[in-house]
Nanobody, 127 residues
Framework: QVQLVESGGGLAQAGGSLRLSCAGS????????MAWFRQAPGKEREFVAA????????YYADSVKGRFTISRDNAKNTVLLQMNSLKAEDTGVYYC????????????????????WGKGTLVTVSS
């Protein structure tokens, strides 16, 4: 089992940057494919980015490709989401999630059926 805690959310201006962090506790953090999802007000949760267990492969939603970067440090049990060129439509609660068996590319194409979730961190982008 793994517990996930997100941090780094806050208020940013359009065109600005934020970096989200997800700290994992528990054993075998490197055995989980990790992902970020987000939920905007009044909308369904959507996939943002995923990273393979080794960190060698990454996947992004088309809406964030070229602007967001997901990375992980298995020695520190941490997953990061660097968000640049922020837009108002990036506003929402961002969730870190883990899956123990699916490959990261499969996670990227699912509707968010993950094994573990954090409680989320709010990102607000003002235009």
């Amino acid at each position: 089992q793994v517990q996930l805690v997100e941090s780094g959310g806050g208020l940013a201006q359009a065109g600005g940057s934020l970096r989200l962090s997800c700290a994992g506790s528990g054993r075998n953090f490197s055995s989980y494919a990790m992902a970020w999802f987000r939920q905007a007000p009044g909308k369904e949760r959507e996939f943002v980015a995923a990273i393979s267990r080794s960190g060698g492969s990454t996947y992004y939603a088309d809406s964030v490709k070229g602007r967001f970067t997901i990375s992980r440090d298995n020695a520190k049990n941490t997953v990061l989401l660097q968000m640049n060129s922020l837009k108002a439509e990036d506003t929402g609660v961002y969730y870190c999630a883990a899956h123990g068996t699916l490959a990261a590319y499969v996670v990227a194409s699912t509707s968010g059926d993950m094994d573990y979730w954090g409680k989320g961190t709010l990102v607000t982008v003002s235009s």
